[in-house]
């Protein structure tokens, strides 16, 4: 985040620091020729020729057998979507249009709401809605970067409370509140009497957090005003300065963002009446990979104030009247809702609900009821998998998981992903894949130029990417790219955890993330990406674009072309070369591939 602002973040260089440190503390304590020694055999034994091992023999076998068996999943994949069931024709204007993350887990969710409210139409689209943004929340001078990884913020979003006067000297005193407890918790002499007096003031907060008990709410004093607060808050686009920063958006910038996302979600041509932006969060306790389990397009965080300002930016009258003037025009009586899709409950909430005119409230009381359904469902179907009985009441027994502070796995994150499917709506509607696709709504002859495919394929793409291969690198090799067991883990700054109380700082997934106790959680396969587009179209992004060419060119994810009928058509073979596919079935040449 501090390299994409011209900057620099020095944790992981200071420890490494201190980790060389420590290495040269031990080499001058051991005999240090004999260590050299060692080192310059080592590596004359590696650059020796040799005949390939007995182990090195069965993993190239196991190679083989394992490109057979990723086409075999991708076979059942492309059958599911050759088979798809049949969906009514696409009206002119649905009843409402539902955007959420392209996050596998929506994918459960949206299909829930499909099936309980057709006239729905859902969208897949990047959490964070095309506002990059960094999210200064009430009471701080600084916030996070609410965006993938890949871009920088444009805008800095404050938090404020309307019509709370005193909220900017709140935000003051609560910042320097907190950097003196910070400080005192942390001090190198002061922390010793913390953890030991002061620590027993936590006592209560262990006890109702062990017993999954919500304290009372405090009904009445200033605690009660600042509750008041924290519940009217709002991410306000409107520029001004904010201990000496600037924030907001101005108006050319709200404009440009703002039909940045209407393409990318395909909204210039038709909008519902009402359509729901839901971010994506998680909501876990006491869990240092909780970050793993938000929002990979929001950087970690949640996306609801992504939500929050993307709708207030385009239900903003001077933002559609500029529109009007690049030829994008919503109908008058649409407006945007936004809210927050929690992945651990299954719950959304929806946010500004002043802000929606009466003319909207049975619609929108008629959306909530759906949505509550839709979640009941979602949660009955996750249900065998997090392991509750069929008999127990589900829906208490997964909310429970969320506020539970022992809890290795809340829920399973984004363990079982396996495709990302860049298509029209009617491609995937209806079709149930299980939680394990990535599904970003793309219109390729709406896309002029190419330029959300082009989006498409070097952002969602990359970063589905990653996290796959996050998944498949703890899942085949847990002890080199994975983080160990959870219940041991020490966390190391923001940086990373030790597993126990030394060892190798590690980075990757804990194995409560990728397994049950009995068999693997995550299917340990590459990534199987189908595009609704034209091959040429593709190749000129994929020849612009350098890392992503690696990425295909390498063998670290597959490329699929899909025509407008929903057939998968061409696999991407390299080189900027397709080979067509015959149905969904593999050739002898793309298993030796």
């Known amino acids: ?23 040269v503390a031990l080499l001058e ?65 649905p009843a409402v249009q539902a955007a959420f993350c392209i996050d596998v887990r929506a994918e459960v969710y949206r299909r829930a709401l499909e099936g309980v409210a057709p006239g729905v139409e859902t969208i897949g689209f990047a959490g964070f809605f095309g506002f990059p943004i960094e999210l200064v929340p009430l009471g701080e001078g600084a916030g996070g970067a609410q965006c993938p990884a890949l871009i920088a913020p444009r805008a800095v979003i404050a938090e404020e409370v309307p019509g709370a006067a005193h909220a900017g000297a709140w935000r003051r005193i609560r910042r320097q509140a907190r950097r003196v407890w910070k400080g005192f918790k942390s001090g190198a002499v002061s922390c010793f009497s913390f953890v030991g007096p002061l620590g027993l003031l936590y006592a209560p907060k262990l006890v109702t957090d062990a017993l999954g008990v919500t304290r009372p709410v405090p009904h009445r004093g200033s605690a009660d005003l600042r509750r008041a607060w924290r519940a009217r808050r709002r991410p306000s686009v409107t520029p001004a300065t904010v201990d000496g920063r600037a924030v907001g958006l101005p108006l050319e910038a709200q404009v440009e963002l703002a039909a940045g996302a209407l393409r990318g979600m395909g909204l210039t041509q038709r909008a519902a009446r009402l359509v729901l932006l839901a971010g994506h969060g998680a909501r876990a306790v006491n869990n240092p990979h909780a970050a793993g389990l938000q929002c990979g397009a929001c950087g970690g965080h949640s996306g609801d104030a992504n939500a929050r300002v993307a709708a207030a930016v385009l239900n903003d009258p001077e933002v559609r009247a500029a529109l009007r003037v690049r030829g994008i025009t919503l109908p008058a009586d649409t407006v945007f809702v936004p809210g927050l899709h929690d992945t651990t409950t299954d719950e959304v909430t929806l946010f500004d609900l002043d802000q929606v005119p009466a003319t909207h409230r049975d619609e929108l009381a008629r959306l909530e009821r759906q949505l509550a359904e839709a979640g009941a469902r979602s949660r009955a179907f996750r249900a065998p998998r997090l392991g509750l009985d069929a008999g127990e009441p589900v829906d208490a027994a997964v909310r429970a998981r969320s506020r539970d502070w022992s809890e290795v796995r ?16 009617r ?10 696709a990535f599904l970003h709504t793309y219109e390729h002859r709406e896309d002029a130029g190419h330029r959300v495919l082009e989006l498409i394929l070097t952002a969602p793409v990359v970063v589905a990417s990653w996290i796959s291969l996050q998944y498949y690198g703890s899942a085949v090799a847990p002890r080199v790219f994975g983080s160990g067991n959870k219940t041991l883990h020490n966390v190391v700054g923001t940086v990373g955890v030790l597993e126990g109380n030394g060892g190798d700082l590690r980075v990757g997934l804990p194995w409560q993330s990728v397994h049950d106790g009995e068999r693997l959680a995550h299917d340990p396969v590459r990534l199987t990406v189908v595009v609704a587009a034209p091959c040429e179209a593709m190749n000129e992004v994929i020849a612009r674009h350098e890392h992503l060419r690696h990425l295909l060119d390498h063998g670290w994810l597959h490329l699929y072309a899909m025509d407008d009928e929903g057939t998968v058509t061409h ?11 015959a149905g969904a079935t593999a050739s002898e040449e793309e298993l030796a591939a």
């Open 410 to 425: 809340p829920e399973w994150g984004l363990a079982g992903c396996a495709a990302f499917i860049a298509a029209p709506w």
């Open 571 to 581: 696999r991407y073979t390299g080189g900027c070369t397709w080979q067509e596919v």
């Open 29 to 93: 304590l051991f005999d240090a020729r004999g260590l050299d020694r060692a080192w310059l055999i080592a590596r004359a034994r590696i650059a020796a020729p040799r005949a390939a091992t007995p182990a090195e023999a069965a993993l190239a076998v196991d190679l083989v057998l394992h490109a057979a068996y990723e086409k075999a999943r991708q076979e059942e994949l492309f059958g599911a979507i050759g088979a798809r069931p049949a969906r009514p024709a696409r009206p002119d204007r």
């Open 427 to 436: 491609s995937t509607a209806g079709l149930e894949l299980g939680g394990r």
């Open 1 to 23: 985040e501090q390299a994409l602002r011209g900057g620099s973040d020095g944790a992981v260089t200071e420890l490494l620091a201190v980790r060389l440190a420590w290495e």
